[in-house]
Nanobody, 126 residues
Framework: QPQLVESGGGLVQPGGSLRLSCQSS????????VGWFRQAVEKEREGVSW????????????YYADSVKGRFTMSRDSPQNTVYLQMDNLQPEDTAIYSC???????????????WGQGTQVTVSS
């Protein structure tokens, strides 16, 4: 089972920023769709952003949930085989466990992803 490892979570004040990283030693991200999901306490997991594979139907395009559009930026460093989620202007409602996932098709539906990381906690609080 390929492993995905997230890092970069932590505690930040409202209005602050964090950058999450997702790495894999077994999967080459540019060949897959990669998604970021989050799950807050007592809430359903929700898609935050996803990026299509290079050469995929959406050819590397990145998509964002309305709740994070304009504040979060997803990017991929192919030589480092790392996917990032830059999160700016964080708000308490962004508090959740954030996980990266890999699949063939992408989208905001978690069922489209085959491999998942363990997640990293993001807490936004004053």
């Amino acid at each position: 089972q390929p492993q995905l490892v997230e890092s970069g979570g932590g505690l930040v004040q409202p209005g602050g920023s964090l950058r999450l990283s997702c790495q894999s030693s077994a999967l080459t991200f540019e060949y897959y769709a990669v998604g970021w999901f989050r799950q807050a306490v007592e809430k359903e997991r929700e898609g935050v952003s996803w990026m299509d594979s290079t050469g995929g139907t959406h050819n590397g395009t990145t998509y964002y949930a309305d709740s994070v559009k304009g504040r979060f930026t997803m990017s991929r460093d192919s030589p480092q085989n790392t996917v990032y989620l830059q999160m700016d202007n964080l708000q308490p409602e962004d508090t959740a466990i954030y996980s990266c996932a890999v699949g063939p098709w992408g989208g905001f539906n978690q069922d489209e992803y085959n491999y998942w990381g363990q997640g990293t906690q993001v807490t936004v609080s004053s």
